[in-house]
C-alpha cells in the first residue's frame, strides 16, 4: 500500500549544519506517528520538512505518492493541517473567528451555514466553545493552544469535501495544557486518526508518545535512530545511548492507552 506520508533522502542545511540528515521515512494512512529524540535532536525540523514549511537541502517530500514540490498550495490546504508550537496573533480577533480561519477559503460546496456549523463543533471539540465571544489576547498558553487545535480540527472537517486523504501535523500540541487537556488532545488525535487521518506529531512526553502512538520516529542529532511500535524503540539501551540517561525501572506503560483515565476517572472527549 502507497504510504500516506513519505520522505526520501531528506536533508536540512542551515549555516553548514545538518538540521535533518539523510531520513527515509514512509508513514501509512490512518497511523498516528510520534516524533521524539532531545533538545536539537532536529524533531520540529522535521516536521516543518514534512508538512512543506521548510524546503529542503537535499530530498524530498511525497504525499500520497506525488513530491509535496508539485502540489499547489489551494490543494494541500486542503490536504493537511499544521498547527505549529506557537503561534501569535497581532489582531484582535475573537476565539471564534480565530477558528474561523481554518475552514476560510477552504472546501467546496459549502454554505456559510455549515462553515459556522463546523467551526462551532470545532470549538466543541477542544472545549473552547464557552471562550468563543473572548479576544483571542486574553486568553491563557493554554487556552491559545486549544484555539488553535480547534482551528486545524476545523480546516480538515471543511477539507475533506474536497480530499478524503488527509494528514494533521502537530509540533508539540500539549506543551502548554493541563493534564486533563492533554490527555484529551492526544485522545482527540488518536480519534482523528482512527477516522482515517494521518496524524504526525512532536512530544517530548516519553509516556504519552509511548502509550498513544501507533509508531514512533526517534531521532538524534538530526538523524533516524529508530522507528517502529514503542517497544522496540523505547529499549534501555537506546535511552541510554540517545537521552543518556540509565533507567532501572520499566520506561512503558504496563497498560494500553485506552486504560489511561481522564480527570474524574473515566475516559472523556476534549
Known amino acids: 500500500m502507497m504510504p500516506a506520508l513519505e520522505a526520501r533522502d531528506l536533508t536540512y542545511e542551515l549555516g553548514g549544519r545538518a538540521l535533518v540528515d539523510g531520513i527515509d521515512l514512509a508513514i501509512g494512512k490512518g497511523r498516528f506517528t510520534v516524533i521524539v529524540g532531545p533538545n536539537g535532536a532536529g524533531k520540529s525540523t522535521l516536521l516543518r520538512l514534512l508538512c512543506g514549511e521548510l524546503a529542503p537541502t537535499r ?6 505518492g506525488q513530491s509535496l514540490r508539485r502540489i499547489g498550495a489551494w490543494r494541500l490546504a486542503h490536504m493537511r493541517a499544521v498547527m505549529p508550537q506557537a503561534a501569535e496573533l497581532n489582531f484582535p480577533f475573537l476565539v471564534s473567528e480565530v477558528v474561523s ?8 460546496g459549502l454554505t456559510r451555514a455549515d462553515r459556522a456549523g463546523l467551526v462551532r463543533q470545532a470549538l466543541d471539540r477542544a472545549d473552547v466553545a464557552h471562550l468563543a465571544a473572548r479576544y483571542y489576547q486574553t486568553l491563557s498558553g493554554g487556552e491559545r493552544q486549544r484555539v488553535h487545535f480547534a482551528r486545524v480540527v476545523a480546516q480538515l472537517a471543511a477539507g475533506r469535501s474536497v480530499e478524503s486523504q488527509q494528514i494533521l501535523f502537530l509540533d508539540e500540541p500539549i506543551a502548554s495544557l493541563d493534564l486533563r487537556h492533554q490527555l484529551a488532545v492526544i485522545e482527540e488525535a488518536k480519534a482523528l486518526a482512527g477516522a482515517g487521518v494521518t496524524v504526525v506529531a512532536v512530544l517530548h512526553d516519553l509516556l504519552l508518545a509511548a502509550s498513544a502512538s501507533d509508531d514512533l520516529v526517534l531521532l538524534r542529532a538530526g538523524r533516524l535512530v529508530a522507528r517502529g511500535p514503542a517497544e522496540d524503540v523505547l529499549t534501555h539501551a537506546r535511552l541510554a545511548e540517545v537521552f543518556g540517561v540509565a533507567l532501572t525501572s520499566p520506561v512503558l506503560p504496563t497498560q ?10 473515566s475516559a472523556q472527549r476534549l
Open 59 to 64: 530530498g524530498e517530500v511525497a504525499v500520497g
Open 101 to 108: 480561519l481554518g475552514v476560510d477559503g477552504i472546501g467546496r
Open 256 to 265: 494500553p492507552w485506552a486504560a489511561i483515565p481522564a480527570a474524574g476517572g
